[in-house]
């Protein structure tokens, strides 16, 4: 009797080891199919096949409802993908709440949009063109089916789909078009200034020394490889600055002052026509604009306005304008990596 009982103990102990072993494997299993992992960004940005099925969905009007606006309709190459409008309008003429953003080097961003801290990741960004509602972009929301069944019965996407998703047998979904557009937003670099090159004039340089210099101290906020970090910054919320905006009290991100010659207008809301604008704005500290008019004191203002309150030189502004301009990227704008790949 004792033997069996014994038996049976070594038994329950091999079948409890086996459970075990086998849980521990199906766990495993479980992690190494979990397809968030499966796609981190890094991988998104090395796929050339990805990147090359999003280039397409990037410029094509199909991807709006009416059939009248893609990306490309906001985010224009020349304009290093911006539109050149104060504030962007959807396929129906709805005006956007803020001025386009440009598209590069999107790598470095801590976080996307103007003022959505929340917003991390590309691909969820990438939401709001596609089916936001109020304002509408592209209009997507409640025709999903019927914009697939657009692409799903054009053989080229058909083919570009299963070359970017090779393990799938029906790749065309909209998780998969929005990582391929991610892919491309991704690939999108632009780091061949004249001062990336250690090109600058002699006002350009001058113009720098002022950028970082203690009275200034643009680089405060204007850091980092893109310019668009706060010093230290270590969460997305840290990149957020007042910029004097007394309308709302809002906080905006710190934009990147690469490719400023095609950008233009500039600021969240379009109201800046040129870079002697936004300087006299952080020189005259009365950021309030209506309809052109600059006409409140607002006194919850930059400490850095407050430095420079009617102290900007002339000179110094054309100066930090050279070097501003220093940090633009002629190749970039035409690099046929980024083109519209159907050349209509
Ligand atoms: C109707 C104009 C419009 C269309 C269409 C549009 N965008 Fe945008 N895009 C904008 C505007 C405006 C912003 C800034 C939004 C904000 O901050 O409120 C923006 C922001 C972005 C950003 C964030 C960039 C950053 O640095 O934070 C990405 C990425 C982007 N768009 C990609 C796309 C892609 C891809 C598409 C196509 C699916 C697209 N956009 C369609 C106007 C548009
Ligand atoms: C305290 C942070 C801070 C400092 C310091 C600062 N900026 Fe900015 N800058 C911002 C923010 C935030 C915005 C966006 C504001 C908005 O859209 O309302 C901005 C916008 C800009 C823009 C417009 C870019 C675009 O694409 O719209 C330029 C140009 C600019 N800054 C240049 C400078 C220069 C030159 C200096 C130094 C004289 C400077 N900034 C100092 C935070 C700062």
Not at 139 to 147: C, Q, S, V
Request: proline letters at 4%.
């Amino acid at each position: 009797m004792k033997v069996i009982i014994q038996n049976l103990r070594k038994n329950i102990r091999c079948i409890l080891i086996l459970f075990i072993l086998c849980g521990g494997w199906s766990l495993l299993v479980c992690f190494t199919n979990d397809k968030s992992k499966k796609y981190p960004r890094s991988t998104i940005v090395d796929s050339t096949q990805l990147i090359e099925l999003g280039r397409y969905l990037f410029y094509d009007n199909r991807l709006s409802y009416n059939n009248t606006k893609s990306c490309a309709s906001c985010h224009d190459q020349r304009f290093a993908f911006t539109d050149g409008y104060r504030k962007s309008i959807g396929i129906y003429g709805d005006k956007l709440n803020h001025n386009s953003l440009p598209l590069f080097n999107l790598e470095s961003n801590f976080s996307f949009n103007w003022n959505e801290p929340e917003i991390i990741r590309v691909e969820d960004q990438l939401h709001i063109p596609l089916f936001n509602d109020a304002p509408k972009e592209l209009g997507l929301k409640n025709h999903e089916a019927e914009i697939l069944h657009r692409f799903c019965s054009d053989s080229s996407y058909v083919y570009l789909f299963l070359r970017a998703f090779p393990e799938k047998a029906f790749p065309i979904n909209f998780n998969n078009i929005i990582k391929s557009l991610a892919a491309f937003c991704l690939s999108i670099k632009s780091y061949n200034s004249d001062n990336d090159k250690g090109i600058l004039t002699i006002n350009a340089q001058k113009g720098k020394t002022l950028f970082y210099s203690e009275k200034y101290n643009c680089n405060n906020c204007h850091s980092g490889p893109n310019f668009n970090q706060f010093i230290g910054a270590k969460r997305p919320e840290d990149n957020f600055q007042k910029f004097g905006f007394s309308e709302t009290g809002n906080k905006f991100r710190i934009p990147s002052l690469r490719n400023l010659s095609f950008t233009s207008p500039y600021l969240h809301d379009g109201s800046a026509e040129s870079l002697l604008d936004v300087l006299n704005d952080y020189e005259n500290a009365n950021r309030y604009r209506n309809f052109g008019q600059r006409d409140v004191q607002d006194s919850s203002i930059l400490t850095i306005q407050t430095k420079l309150d009617n102290q900007m030189s002339m000179e110094d502004k054309m100066n930090i304008i050279a070097f501003l301009l220093s940090l633009n990227d002629t190749t970039f704008v035409n690099n046929p990596q980024y083109k519209n790949p159907f050349n209509y």
